[in-house]
């Protein structure tokens, strides 16, 4: 008699594990719904990006804020695949000068190290930072050293095992011989749906989100706030987004102050993205809070 044939039934968001996220992104996907594409906050902004044919990219971003002030910033790319060299240079017009310089899985699989400098011509002052990230199926560590300031050193770490993660943050500051940051998160993230609970500012501050994939065209999420030292009150928002077709979406969202977005992104044709936005303050519809904004990009 032939043995029972045993049948193993996998859940498919096990089958499907997402990687484990850097410490600052436990709760990215809540975070990126509730604050990433909309257009209010700036009253215009404009984005051309461009490619040579040797690999060279070319990245030039202008905004011009609801108080008038316009700034913008042109930045060079050079990426070496085989090596894993990447070098970008960028130019405000603040007059700032910034070099990075980046070599991934190079050194080992998995590790990602980053120089970066800062110039200022006008007053000769220097910035120099080095930033390593390290990459495995069940983990994600991250050191941030400010070479010129303190020395100081920010260290993350994530660990996640089918979905659960939990990771820990600290600040040290060299010369002071000192903690000077501490925090901790804690979240659950499969392909369909995030949660997550961070504490940040030294255990002070907590925040709590969720971010849903109800379907191919609606998300939803929100995300609560409590500032433990200075307020009594949570602070809610919730947003969802809408991808009306393959070419645009909309987004809306309400915090618990009554003041209300909403956003539309249309890609009008191969290269070029229009986003339109507004904010509204519902609870003093008669005052001049409101604001809107629009934002261009080009990309060829």
């Known amino acids: ?36 594409d909309f257009y209010h906050t700036t009253a215009t902004s404009l984005e051309v990006k461009s490619k040579a044919s040797n690999g060279v990219t070319f990245n030039v971003k202008g905004k011009s804020a609801h108080d008038g002030h316009i700034g913008g910033e042109i930045d060079a790319k050079y990426t070496d695949p085989l090596s894993g060299l990447t070098i970008t240079q960028a130019w405000t017009t603040m007059n700032f000068l910034d070099t990075k310089i980046e070599l991934e899985n190079s050194l080992a699989k998995g590790l990602k190290a980053e120089l970066l400098g800062h110039f200022v011509p006008t007053t000769q002052a220097l910035g120099a930072k080095v930033n390593l990230f390290f990459k495995q199926p069940n983990f994600h560590a991250r050191a941030f050293f400010d070479l010129l300031r303190g020395p100081t050193a920010n260290l993350d770490l994530v660990l996640g095992h089918e979905g659960f993660l939990a990771g820990a943050e600290a600040g040290y500051d060299v010369q002071k011989a000192a903690i000077t940051r501490y925090s901790a998160a804690v979240g659950y993230h499969t392909p369909e749906y995030t949660a997550a609970i961070t504490s940040t500012n030294n255990l002070s501050v907590f925040s709590a989100s969720y971010y849903h994939r109800v379907n191919s065209q609606v998300e939803a999420g929100a995300r609560a706030t409590w500032d433990s030292k200075n307020s009594n009150t949570v602070g809610l928002e919730i947003a969802s987004k809408y991808r009306l077709d393959p070419a645009s979406f909309a987004k809306a969202k309400i915090n618990d102050r009554g003041i209300a977005a909403l956003a539309y ?36």
Request: hydrophobic content about 45%.
């Open 1 to 36: 008699m032939a043995a029972p044939e045993i049948i193993v039934v996998v859940p498919e968001h096990v089958m499907k594990q997402t990687p484990v996220p850097s410490f600052s992104d436990v709760a990215k996907p809540a975070n990126d719904l509730l604050n990433k």
């Open 265 to 300: 992104n249309v890609l009008l044709r191969p290269g070029v993205t229009l986003g339109l936005g507004a904010s509204f303050d519902t609870q003093n519809l008669h005052e001049a809070a409101h604001k809107v904004g629009a934002s261009l990009t080009f990309e060829g």
